[in-house]
Nanobody, 124 residues
Framework: QVQLVESGGGLVQAGDSLRLSCAAS????????MGWFRQAPGKERELVAA???????VYAASVKGRFGISRDNAKLTVYLQMNRLKPEDTAVYFC??????????????????WGQGTQVTVSS
């Protein structure tokens, strides 16, 4: 069993930056694909960014060039650096782990483990 704990959310103004962290338990973390998803009220959960075990990355078109995903396998942690935040980035952000690294990064049903979420609110 893998446990994921997100941190780093908060209330910021448009144009500000935040870095989210996701701390994982489990010795096999380095072999998992990891994803950051977000869900705004009344909307479906959507992929923000994903990172493969070797470090390949995938981004949603809406955040490409503003957000960066990275991982530190020694610290069992994946990060989401969010720059130039916009009000439409407001959502609960979730960290997720895909133990099979299936490659279906945008499909939330692919992921086996989820964190509890952290709120990000961007005011205009």
């Amino acid at each position: 069993q893998v446990q994921l704990v997100e941190s780093g959310g908060g209330l910021v103004q448009a144009g500000d930056s935040l870095r989210l962290s996701c701390a994982a338990s489990g010795r096999t973390f380095s072999s998992y694909a990891m994803g950051w998803f977000r869900q705004a009220p009344g909307k479906e959960r959507e992929l923000v960014a994903a990172i493969t075990s070797p470090g390949g990355t995938v981004y949603a078109a809406s955040v490409k060039g503003r957000f960066g995903i990275s991982r530190d396998n020694a610290k069992l942690t994946v990060y989401l650096q969010m720059n130039r935040l916009k009000p439409e980035d407001t959502a609960v952000y979730f960290c997720a782990a895909d133990r099979d690294s299936s490659g279906q990064y945008r499909d939330p049903t692919t992921y086996d483990y989820w964190g509890q979420g952290t709120q990000v609110t961007v005011s205009s």
